[in-house]
């Protein structure tokens, strides 16, 4: 069984930086392909990172340059540093485990970038 829970959402300024964690559950993480996609509130989902077996990242153009997705297999979690919000950044985040069977998702956790 797989179990995915994200922290480090919250209200935040434009400008200001979040980091988000992702805490996995379950055997064979580090053979995984994470990624972080956010919904925002009228808006479809939108995958912004995703990082590799081997380390490999790639981001969404919305996001690239600002963001930055990492993991710590030792520690089964995936991060993602998020800095310079702005408020189109605004919507809930969810991390992605994928395995052969499946794609596993964490609940969610909000982000809210306004002044």
């Known amino acids: 069984q797989v179990r995915l829970v994200e922290s480090g959402g919250g209200l935040v300024q434009p400008g200001g930086s979040l980091r988000l964690s992702c805490a996995a559950s379950g055997i064979g993480f580090s053979f995984t392909t994470l990624a972080w996609a956010r919904q925002a509130p009228g808006s479809q989902r939108e995958e912004v990172a995703t990082?590799?077996?081997?380390?490999?990242?790639d981001y969404a153009d919305t996001v690239k340059g600002r963001f930055s997705i990492s993991r710590d297999n030792a520690k089964k979690t995936v991060y993602l540093q998020m800095n310079n919000l702005k408020p189109e950044d605004t919507a809930v985040y969810y991390c992605?485990?994928?395995?052969?069977?499946?794609?596993?998702w964490g609940q969610g956790t909000q982000v809210t970038v306004s002044s």
């Open positions: 990082i590799s077996t081997d380390g490999s990242t």
């Open positions: 992605k485990e994928s395995r052969d069977d499946y794609d596993y």
